[in-house]
């Protein structure tokens, strides 16, 4: 630095003095400790900024004392918050798993660190009380992948060891290796593939229960989202049970609940959400008054000419036509679907590509949301829509960090919105995302699989985990199943195991010869098993399953057998000892029915591979049996049952 006039050093800084102007370098301000270097004249200071650094001469001297001492004035301004912070990080480090926040919060503060500590040479004298400290910021500074996967992998040995007594008693069985993997690591964003029979459930509650024990988190801050009635009090009763206390709710249970904390009283929904036919008549009714404006039944003419074959007469419209009658339906499918898309601003385009018909439909939503306004109820998208409005704008303040969705494979675009919204009331929040991309039968609902299969894109970054053993049926069930639902490539592969080996094949195929050869095989299944036994008839459709009255004959007529019926749909998270899949045309099996154009538009993008989730619903249906599943086989069989004899 040019025309220096005095240098003076003190415990506050270097004070630099030129003809116009004196300005003090405090310790703190400075990057590392200046530096003192020999000149071919004269030795320098080399003093560091983080902008720059500069050099003065100076007078000869004891040099090696001169940089100790230098040293010493710098470190007494920087060492304090290099060992707090190093001591903060060791801490979080000791005390948490590696997550990707953890490390992103890691690198980012020994990044700062490492340009105030790791350029210089520390004197050997100082070396006893700072060499640890520099030697953990430089480990961790330059950390490669490998290293930070063997950090991670010491810490979850080491939580599997302290809590391998809690993990051998959590369950009704010890846990397996993966599911207490599952459990102690835990990263900001987790999703957890949890095939058929694998102890998913087990998991869940096990890892409230590690949260729990483990002190990192507190009973109020865990909710437990799970899709029906049945399943969320399920795990409330199992939480109970294991002496664990959390939230347990459904989607729209939390919606219910968010919204009457936010408007003072819990909503009430309207009679349309639960009577179909109501709704339907609702929406005929509302046609025929909205036909008396003449252009607008002009538009709902030529609406069913054009889409839905109707051939006017010189009459007025007739409603009672078959046409009007699949309008109204469709009508009915379409609100929800609108409404959704309207929460997620994705309406422009579908308006612009659908307008003949929306032109007719947005009327009838219109009148259908007065009615709910006027009778002071709400539907379950209002429901949803409001409660992330809430979230989002901070009038719900949500008690929840760490969020635990089950069926996550389930989950709609709509309520993927919420989930975020209540994670990004935290800096730290945690989502443990369970689910089966092989189970993902609800598109029908809104059900997107994206956002399980690409899951990381739609979360940010995250750690995806497999459970790898299935207790409820034989490996050779296993594996034709996983070979069958993974023709499609985009269903993600899994490696999974099972737990038992069968005594006899878990899946046979018989000839179905009648309507009701199924009472054949419970015949046989009678003969061959005294004590109680549990059996499923699963059907596509409920048409093809025995009414109330013949199964009640059933049940009367086999007493040791406990019999029930139910559809592929019904029967996904249930389980029997035998089932018996029937109904299996090819003109049934895969369903060949095709939604209507604008349905489809409004629904999740449809996989490229043909009958993706009719497959993925025959797995489910064939992955219900713990000991065998009984294929009925008709005269002209679905394509499915061609695929499994080959």
Same mark, same amino acid.
């Given at each position: 630095m040019d025309g220096i006039s005095a240098m003076s050093i003190s415990t506050k800084g270097i004070v630099i003095e030129t003809k116009s102007v004196k300005k003090l370098y405090t310790w703190q301000i400075q990057s590392q400790?200046?530096?003192?270097?020999?000149?071919?004249?004269?030795?320098?200071?080399?003093?560091?900024?983080?902008?720059?650094?500069?050099?003065?001469?100076?007078?000869?001297?004891?040099?090696?004392?001169?940089?100790?001492?230098l040293q010493k004035l710098w470190l007494s301004s920087h060492v304090n918050k290099l060992t707090q912070s190093i001591a903060k990080l060791e801490s979080l480090l000791e005390k948490?798993?590696?997550?990707?926040?953890?490390?992103?919060?890691?690198?980012?503060?020994?990044?700062?660190?490492?340009?105030?500590?790791?350029?210089?040479?520390?004197?050997?004298?100082?070396?006893?009380?700072?060499?640890?400290?520099?030697?953990?910021?430089?480990?961790?500074?330059?950390?490669?992948?490998?290293?930070?996967?063997?950090?991670?992998?010491?810490?979850?040995?080491?939580?599997?060891h302290d809590y391998e007594v809690y993990f051998d008693s959590v369950a009704s069985k010890p846990l397996t290796i993966a599911q207490r993997r599952a459990c102690v690591v835990i990263d900001e964003r987790q999703l957890l593939l949890a095939g058929a029979g694998t102890g998913k459930t087990s998991v869940m509650i096990a890892k409230v229960g590690y949260l729990l024990n483990a002190q990192l988190a507190n009973s109020e801050q865990i909710l437990m989202l799970a899709y029906g009635k049945d399943a969320a009090d399920e795990m409330q009763q199992r939480l109970k049970n294991a002496n664990f206390d959390a939230t347990c709710r459904t989607f729209h249970s939390l919606g219910t609940y968010i919204l009457g904390e936010v408007e003072g009283k819990p909503p009430t929904l309207s009679q349309l959400c639960h009577n179909e036919k109501k709704k339907q008549q609702f929406i005929h009714d509302t046609l025929v008054s909205l036909c008396q404006d003449r252009a607008y039944e002009q538009r709902l003419q030529q609406?069913?000419?054009?889409?839905?074959?109707?051939?006017?007469?010189?009459?007025?419209?007739?409603?009672?036509?078959?046409?009007?009658?699949?309008?109204?339906?469709?009508?009915?499918?379409?609100?929800?679907?609108?409404?959704?898309?309207?929460?997620?601003?994705?309406l422009q385009n579908l308006e612009t590509e659908f307008e003949d018909l929306l032109s007719v439909f947005r009327p009838v939503i219109t009148e259908y949301q007065l009615y709910l306004n006027n009778e002071q109820t709400i539907d379950y998208d209002d429901m949803i829509s409001r409660a992330t409005k809430y979230v989002k704008e901070g009038r719900f303040k949500s008690p929840w960090v760490h969020i635990l969705v089950d069926e996550f494979q389930d989950i709609s675009l709509v309520r993927a919105e919420l989930v975020k919204a209540l994670l990004a009331q935290y800096t730290r929040s945690h989502l443990f995302a369970v689910g089966d991309d092989w189970q993902s039968i609800y598109r029908f609902n809104g059900a997107d699989l994206g956002l399980?299969?690409?899951f990381t894109h739609h979360f940010g970054a995250s750690t995806v985990m497999q459970l790898d053993k299935t207790f409820r049926y034989?490996?050779?069930? #296993? &594996?034709?199943? *996983?070979?069958?639902?993974?023709?499609?490539?985009?269903? /993600?592969?899994?490696q999974v195991r099972a737990q038992r080996v069968p005594d006899a094949p878990s899946v046979v195929i018989t000839p179905e010869m009648s309507t009701n050869a199924y009472t054949l095989v419970l015949k046989q299944i009678a003969m061959r098993h005294s004590g109680h036994t549990s059996v499923m008839?699963?059907?596509?459709?409920?048409?093809?399953?025995?009414?109330?009255?013949?199964?009640?004959?059933?049940?009367?007529?086999?007493a040791?057998?406990?019999?029930?019926?139910?559809?592929?749909?019904?029967?996904?998270?249930?389980?029997?000892?035998?089932?018996?899949?029937?109904? #299996? &045309?090819?003109? *049934?099996?895969?369903?060949?029915?095709?939604?209507?154009? /604008?349905?489809?538009?409004?629904?999740?993008?449809?996989?490229?591979y043909p009958n993706a989730e009719e497959r993925r619903l025959f797995y489910v249906a064939l992955t219900r049996a713990k000991h065998q599943a009984y294929i009925m086989s008709p005269s002209e069989p679905s394509i499915f049952i061609k695929e499994l004899g080959s």
């Open positions: 400790p200046p530096a003192i270097l020999l000149g071919k004249i004269t030795p320098k200071i080399q003093v560091f900024t983080p902008e720059s650094s500069f050099k003065v001469r100076i007078q000869g001297c004891d040099l090696e004392a001169a940089q100790f001492e948490r798993y590696l997550s990707h926040g953890l490390l992103l919060t890691a690198q980012k503060m020994t990044s700062e660190l490492a340009g105030y500590w790791l350029n210089w040479s520390l004197d050997k004298r100082f070396e006893r009380h700072l060499a640890q400290t520099r030697f953990t910021l430089e480990e961790v500074h330059t950390w490669q992948q490998q290293d930070i996967d063997e950090f991670r992998e010491a810490y979850i040995k080491k939580q599997l609406l069913l000419m054009v889409h839905f074959g109707y051939k006017p007469d010189d009459r007025e419209l007739d409603f009672s036509v078959s046409a009007v009658a699949r309008l109204v339906k469709q009508f009915s499918e379409l609100i929800s679907l609108y409404k959704q898309a309207s929460s997620l601003g994705s399980t299969t690409n034989g490996q050779d069930l #296993l &594996d034709l199943a *996983s070979h069958f639902v993974c023709q499609n490539p985009q269903q /993600i592969v899994k008839i699963l059907a596509r459709y409920h048409k093809q399953l025995p009414s109330k009255e013949a199964l009640m004959l059933l049940n009367d007529q086999y040791q057998l406990d019999i029930i019926a139910m559809t592929f749909h019904a029967a996904k998270g249930k389980e029997a000892d035998f089932t018996i899949l029937t109904g #299996l &045309d090819k003109n *049934s099996v895969p369903a060949t029915r095709q939604n209507d154009r /604008i349905i489809e538009a409004f629904l999740p993008p449809l996989e490229a």
